[in-house]
């Protein structure tokens, strides 16, 4: 089954402005990783962040968990025409297998140039 | 290094027919996983191998898909029969495995329509 829920399923902004996108989950987690998937091709490991941390950086991305409220938050900071695809959050580590990951349905962010 | 390689990239076949699909991960990464993705929903993890062991194929349907990892490397997913909601992209990834996940690198997928 599906572990974890994006929202929203779209999201379509300008260039240079933020995105924010959330994933909630249901189940405890020992890991919440996101991912991106342009059109036609296969998934890009972004970021992963574990459940004993807060918030975590890279570039111009920042997650966030919050594993009391079991949602985590992708935020793209000055989006770019390249940045126009869809991402997903994994969650992974809610049974005894720590490498499983489950994926959301997934936001589509569209960015206008 | 060199990614993850599927193939074939697309496969076009009639219901109740068979089809297989190939996956070499990447040197060294003891897991590797099957997803199906139908078009525009999420992957569905179907299988997940550590080496050659079977970790997670609950979600599998066992009736008529099969998957085999050989020796630990490559792995093989089949369809048989196929049926027309099979139709789907097939992804595999591979991590390096371990006691703390580690991030995946995916497949760019193999596309099947069932006709």
């Known amino acids: 089954s599906q572990q974890g829920e994006e929202d929203p399923q779209a999201l379509s902004i300008q260039e240079g402005e933020n995105a924010t996108m959330n994933c909630s989950y249901k189940?405890?987690?020992?890991?919440l990783q996101w991912y991106r998937q342009n059109s036609g091709r296969g998934l890009v490991h972004l970021i992963l962040i574990r459940s004993n941390e807060r918030e975590k950086h890279s570039g111009r991305l920042r997650v966030t968990l919050d594993t009391s409220k079991k949602s985590s938050s992708l935020l793209i900071t000055a989006s770019r025409a390249a940045d126009t695809a869809s991402y997903f959050c994994?969650?992974?580590?809610?049974?005894?297998?720590?490498?499983?990951?489950?994926f959301g349905a997934g936001t589509r962010l569209t960015v206008k140039p | 290094e060199a990614g993850v390689a599927q193939s074939p990239r697309y496969k076009i076949i009639e219901k109740r027919q068979s089809v297989a699909f190939w996956c070499n991960p990447i040197s060294g990464h003891a897991t590797l996983y099957w997803y199906q993705q139908i078009l525009g929903q999420g992957p569905k993890l179907l299988i997940q191998?550590?080496?050659?062991?079977?970790?997670?194929d609950s979600q599998l349907p066992k009736d008529r898909f099969s998957a085999e990892r050989l020796k630990g490397v490559d792995s093989t997913l089949k369809i048989q029969p196929a049926k027309l909601e099979d139709s789907a992209v097939y992804l595999c990834?591979?991590?390096?495995?371990?006691?703390?996940?580690?991030?995946?690198?995916f497949g760019q997928g193999t596309r099947l329509t069932v006709v």
């Open positions: 189940t405890s987690i020992n890991n």
């Open positions: 994994a969650t992974g580590g809610a049974t005894y297998n720590n490498n499983d990951m489950r």
């Open positions: 191998f550590q080496n050659n062991g079977v970790v997670d």
């Open positions: 990834a591979s991590s390096i495995g371990g006691p703390a996940l580690t991030e995946a690198f």
